[in-house]
């Protein structure tokens, strides 16, 4: 605040201090900044015709009725109130200092360093980043894309429970272990792809009751293994093209699954062999038992009843054959 310089205003009178407004500064809203906002009401001018020295008329003189300025504070997660000021008698200005809904949050309190932070929305791409960050558990959206997070430790997003939307794709991600996406009971997005992801744990899905749409496009998965996909039961996206797809009798249930999704109109999904190459780009889904020379497993051997006393060891025999290799599991009776 200073005075007006001398010659502003009507001829024979003199303003008061001014209100001087400075311009918004640059990087307004950004993550870790406190920030000063001033909102004002431009005052209306009215223009007088004065005459200056020797009689001569000059430009009109503006005169500035009452400007009344509101300053307001975006600081690190409270609102600033500051005291009023007093002005001298004959001024026409009034100051009136407010609060405004926090912007911006301060580094450590949910906000990790040089990460961009709007309410429940959180954004850290392109900062090379070698790890997951920790975030608040409001969080609702953590944006990690092109970065260098090469692996998933797991816990990762441990009590991480409203967030919905997790894009990891563009970095380095080699596998994906069990219990990498723990406690994101309401994840509905998880984006995986463009990484050079080659195996996913059977256990990797588990426990995301409302994931709808789960990208692993372009990565370098080979194989699968059955059951991988059964546990999520609100799929309606699934993209597994353009990864490195061994397609043999193994990977007969993603075609189940596959032809299932499709059936029931209420899913879509892609998913394209690589291997072997005389069946390549073909969509998993359209591969049968016969071409991929298939054989249904069977009991060639079975076990056969046995007395035995008490203390004594008794064997018990059985062979089985199929295209992939059977496994044999044994269950005893209660």
Known sequence: MRAAPPGYGRPGRTLGPQVLVPPRPRGFGGAGRSLAHVHS?????????????????????VV?????????????????????????????????????????????????????CFRTTVRCMHLLLEAVPAVAPQTSILDLRF???????????????????????????????????EDLENLKYLYLHFNLIETLDPESFQHLPKLERLFLHNNRITHLVPGTFNHLESMKR???????????C???????????????????????CEY??????????????????????????????????????????CRAEGNPKPEIIWLRNK
């Open 276 to 317: 072997p190459r005389r069946i390549q780009g073909r969509s998993v889904a359209a591969v049968t038992p016969e071409e991929l020379n298939c054989e249904r497993p069977r009991i060639t051997s079975e076990p056969q009843d046995a007395d035995v006393t008490s203390g004594n060891t008794v064997y018990f025999t």
């Open 64 to 116: 500035a009725p009452c400007v009344r300025a509101s300053v307001r504070a975006v600081g690190h997660g409270q609102a600033l109130q500051g005291p009023r000021t007093p002005l001298p008698a004959g001024a026409c200005a009034v100051l009136r200092l407010g609060a405004l809904a926090v912007v911006a949050q301060k580094p450590g309190a949910g906000c990790p360093s040089r990460c961009l």
């Open 147 to 181: 970065n260098r997070i090469r692996e998933i430790q797991p816990g990762a997003f441990r009590r991480l429970r409203n967030l919905n939307t997790l894009l990891l794709n563009n970095n380095q991600i080699k596998r994906i272990p069990s219990g990498a996406f």
């Open 238 to 248: 699934l993209r597994l093209d353009s990864n490195t797809l061994h397609c043999d």
């Open 250 to 272: 193994e990977i007969l249930w993603l075609a189940d699954l596959l032809k299932t999704y499709a059936e029931s109109g209420n899913a879509q999904a892609a998913a394209t």
């Open 41 to 61: 009401w431009r005052p209306r001018p009215s223009a007088q015709l004065g005459r200056g020295p020797g009689g001569r008329s000059r430009e009109p003189a």
